[in-house]
């Protein structure tokens, strides 16, 4: 029996691993998939920071926390860290707020990429995402890939 069981922050290394191997991929799919893994990534990494600071914090209503339980959204993650004094740069924000509108876009409605602006969304989002890992996770991307 095949058993797959990965904590915040193995989950987050693992979807950012894949975004980054479907945009090598080069073809007409890899730009999708690659901005699907990051956005996860981005999420997970997020959240696992501020599980660092009280596992509860992770969930939208901590009162009911189990398996099951909604987790924070990508917003709610940036307000929680802000008010637990863990501040995203203005530019990280609007990096990852980026990445989501077009992972929402590819999830709920309908997919139109051009790939030198998803390059340049992608390559704004990994430079955060390396320095969110080193600073505040203690985490060196290199040595995860």
Known sequence: MIKLN??????????????????LENNEYSLKYSILHLAQSVELFLKERL???HNLLIFSKPEISNE????VTLDESIK???AAGINLTKEAKLAFEGLQKKRNKIQHYQVVLVKKEV???????????IDFLREELSILLEDHL
């Open 6 to 23: 990965l904590n915040l922050l193995q989950n987050g290394l693992d979807s950012l691993k894949h975004a980054v191997e479907h945009y």
């Open 119 to 129: 390059e340049l969304e992608i390559g704004r989002n990994v430079k955060f995402i």
């Open 51 to 53: 599980s660092r600071e």
């Open 68 to 71: 099951d339980a909604k987790t």
């Open 80 to 82: 929680r860290l802000s």
